[in-house]
């Protein structure tokens, strides 16, 4: 068909611990014509999540490992080209599973994710953080598997990421007085200046332990956590009687080459008859329309800020993507290739 040429990134290896953008590799390949039930998409950003590291990894998951050589996966937005579905035609907006390269030829029903029309109003940026997966597994984790009720003290791990920021945003809007924690004072004064989270922690500086028994004397009723391993245990030895704990992530694990360890004072669990419970957004599929109808509506009122990091260049996307691992991003993180 056209004289397309497609620049993908794709995978060159495993990394063993700490990812680099060594373990990438530019290629370029021609544009295949759409097929029935098929689009084609000129993609205008790519979206990042640590998850991705999970995905580079030859370890069973709940998804399955990109192969080497295969195009990396990821969410992205872009504007269809040729459509060969009745729902979609040229020049509607989009976001799907549409991976590191500046062409994707997709179902429109997705093989993972089915394709999304941005509605009126909505851009690419939104569509990808606070109304996209981010935005999405923060309602559910905080809503679903910590149940905060008025009152509550809350805390977040990872607070000024995507998720963090939006969790504990929730939180506040259920009626809760809610803590972060995130590395580096311009985070930290983010977090209570712009995104209204009562306070924050900056774990990088402060003794978070010591800091959270200060903030929360009586103990946080809801611990949402990004992070896991000493920021967990850290939160656990602080939990009011009857705590829930929602294991979101834990991503201080993801690049260390070695499985994570389990809390070693789990027993709080038990003298705070306290829970810990993980999820994947992926269970929640068949309700992402009541919680994007949420989080639109608080958005537009002005009850929940976003933030989004957008860097520039196809070329940069491997560096845009371990930005997420060195806590350089404020927000979202995005790359603009279009
Ligand atoms: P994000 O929070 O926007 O970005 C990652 C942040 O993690 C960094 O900015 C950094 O913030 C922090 N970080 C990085 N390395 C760290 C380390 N070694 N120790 C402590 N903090 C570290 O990313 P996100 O997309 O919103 O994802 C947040 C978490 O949610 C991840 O754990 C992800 O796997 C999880 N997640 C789970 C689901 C699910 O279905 N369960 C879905 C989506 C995401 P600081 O500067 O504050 O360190």
């Known amino acids: ?44 950003y790519v979206a990042f999540e640590p998850a991705m590291r999970g995905w580079m990894a030859d370890n069973p998951g709940y998804m399955a490992a990109i192969p080497i050589g295969g195009v990396m996966r ?24 549409f991976g590191w390269q500046e062409y994707a030829v997709v179902d429109a029903k997705g093989a993972l994710l089915p394709v999304q029309k941005l509605a009126p109003g909505v851009t690419e940026e939104m569509a990808l953080s606070v109304l996209g997966i981010t935005g999405l597994t923060a309602y559910f984790g905080m809503l679903d598997v910590g149940k905060p009720q008025p009152g509550d003290t809350v805390a977040v791990s990872g607070a000024a990421g995507a998720t963090g920021s939006i969790a504990g945003q929730i939180a506040k809007i259920k009626g809760c007085r809610v803590i972060g ?8 004064r983010w977090l209570t ?40 245990e850290a939160a656990l030895d602080n939990l009011a009687i ?19 360890q389990p809390p070693k004072n ?9 829970s810990m419970a993980g999820f994947l957004l992926g269970q929640y599929a068949k309700r992402f329309g009541e919680a994007s109808a949420d989080l639109g509506a608080w958005v537009r009122d002005g009850k929940l800020k976003f933030a989004v990091d957008v860097q520039d260049g196809f070329e940069n996307v491997p560096s845009t993507f371990l930005r997420l691992f060195h806590g350089q991003n404020l927000g979202k993180q995005l790359n603009r290739i279009g």
């Open 242 to 260: 009857g705590a829930r704990i929602t294991l979101c992530g834990a991503i201080s694990g993801y690049n260390t080459g070695s499985v994570p």
């Open 1 to 44: 068909m056209s004289n397309l040429v497609n620049r993908q990134w794709t995978l060159a290896n495993r990394p063993a611990a700490m990812v680099s953008t060594d373990d990438f590799k530019l290629a370029e390949a021609p544009v295949p014509d759409p097929a029935d039930g098929q689009i084609l998409v000129k993609i205008t």
């Open 74 to 97: 990821s969410m992205a937005a872009g504007e269809v080209v040729v459509s060969r579905h009745p729902d979609f035609k040229p020049g509607d907006k989009v976001s799907g599973m």
């Open 266 to 274: 789990y027993m709080a669990l038990i003298l705070k008859s306290s």
């Open 181 to 188: 924690i995130a590395g580096g004072a311009d985070k930290c």
């Open 193 to 232: 200046e712009t995104a209204g989270f009562d306070a924050a922690i900056d774990y990088k500086s402060e003794n978070v332990r010591k800091r959270l028994r200060e903030l929360a004397p009586d103990g946080i009723n809801v611990f949402y956590d990004n992070v896991g391993g000493e920021i967990l």
